[in-house]
Each structure stands twice: as C-alpha cells, then as structure tokens.
C-alpha cells in the first residue's frame, strides 16, 4: 500500500463547477500534511497547508481528519487556471521515512 | 529575491556513466532536500541535508549520494546510470529541517540513453 493515495483523476469540469480531492495516508506518525500544485513541465508550488480545524484559503478549502487518516481540498468557482496537477503531501519525521510523502497527484482540467 | 536554482536543466548521458546535479537554496535556508520525479508520478523523497549533515535518506541506492557545503548549496551524484533513472530530479529548499514550507527549484530533466 503506498503511503500517500490520491483520487486518480483526470478530473473534467466546467468553469465554476466545485470539485473535490481526496487523500488518504498510512503513516500515523505523519505530523504535517500540505496539498502542492504542480503545472505542466513545471515544479511543485505549496498551495497550503492542512490543519486539523480545517483551513481556507480564497476558494480552496482543505480539511484533515487524523482518526481516520484522510486529507481533502475543496475548490469552489473553478477558474481556466485552476487546471493543473493538485500533489498530496505528508511530512514524515526521523528513520527512513523520508521527508515530503507525495501522492501521485490527481490532474484537474478546467474547461470553458 | 532569487528562488532555488538548479543546473544544468536538462542532461543527456548514457548508461553506466556518471552525474552530478547543482542546487543552490534560497538564500538563508539551511535545508535542502532532493527528489525524484518520473513521470505520471509524484515526486519521491532521495535526500535530505541540514547544516551540511544528512538528515533523512529515501529508498534509494547507493549509486546515489549527496553533500552540502558550507554555504548551503548542495551536489546530487548518480554512479552507474541505469535507463530507469531517467526523471525530474528537484530539489528543495527551507528555513528549517521540518514543519516549513518547501520551496522547489525548477528541476532538473536527466535523460539516460
């Protein structure tokens, strides 16, 4: 079982539809948990952290729920330049965990 | 300010030949960590340094190795290139060893032939 899963996507939706991506992790000793965006060709960019009161950001809105080990991202009004990769992260700690845990990602197209 | 560079940007070699990757952090950050990417997939955690120490270390071989130098830029070296290292090598930059953001540099395209 792979340590960060992400819905597969492609994700299709129309100019100010609301889509929402699901993650889940395995490692309970996971502390810090981001959702990246990554464009086409281009490095990961932070899009924002995971809280477990939940956080928003604009029309993101990303939620955690350690008891069950789940992260989401809400995007509401989807804009033409929301279309990108969306990376689920988890932050490790110590031993041979490693550092950031990506998910595969999930590909968002947006269309007019 | 400038953001985390990296060179070269795209490198072609062959297999069983060697390679050594570039990274300079922005300035101010202790921590940099190295990543694999391969396509259609996330990015997959090789290195991390801190103050010039190894701080964290993926599944990886050991044709792969890294150091930090005193002014924090770091080297990523891949012995005996295989077909399959062939990726996005990024690396990563932060104020601090855990819990900060971190910043990518725009990566570094290794085709091995």
């Known amino acids: 079982r792979k340590e960060v899963e992400q819905d597969p996507g492609p994700f299709n939706v129309p100019e100010g539809a609301t889509v929402a991506f699901n993650c889940t992790y395995s490692?309970?000793?996971?502390?810090?948990f981001f959702w990246y965006r990554q464009d086409c060709r281009k490095e990961p960019k932070l899009l924002m952290s995971?809280?477990?009161s939940g956080n928003e950001d604009g029309r993101f809105t990303a939620q955690l729920n350690r008891a069950s080990q789940y992260i989401s991202l809400l995007i509401r009004d989807s804009k033409l330049s929301d279309s990108a990769t969306y990376l689920c992260?988890?932050?490790?700690?110590?031993?041979?965990?490693?550092?950031?845990?990506f998910g595969k990602g999930t590909k968002l197209s947006v269309k007019p | 300010d400038a953001g985390v560079t990296q060179s070269p940007t795209h490198l072609i070699k062959t297999r069983g030949q060697h390679v050594t990757l570039r990274c300079s952090p922005i300035?101010?950050?202790?921590?940099v960590s190295w990543y694999q990417q391969v396509l259609g997939q996330g990015p997959q955690f090789i290195f991390q340094?801190?103050?010039?120490?190894?701080?964290g270390r993926g599944n990886f071989p050991d044709r792969f190795s890294a150091r930090q130098f005193p002014n924090y830029s770091s080297e990523l070296n891949v012995n005996a290139l295989l077909l399959g290292d062939s990726a996005l090598y990024l690396c990563?930059?932060?104020?601090?060893?855990?819990?900060?953001?971190?910043?990518f540099g725009p990566g570094t395209r290794l085709t091995v032939l």
């Open positions: 990563a930059s932060s104020l601090v060893l855990s819990g900060d953001e971190q910043f």
């Open positions: 995971v809280y477990s």
């Open positions: 300035s101010g950050h202790k921590s």
């Open positions: 490692n309970s000793a996971s502390q810090s």
């Open positions: 992260v988890a932050e490790n700690y110590g031993g041979s965990q490693g550092n950031l845990i």
């Open positions: 340094y801190y103050e010039k120490e190894e701080r």
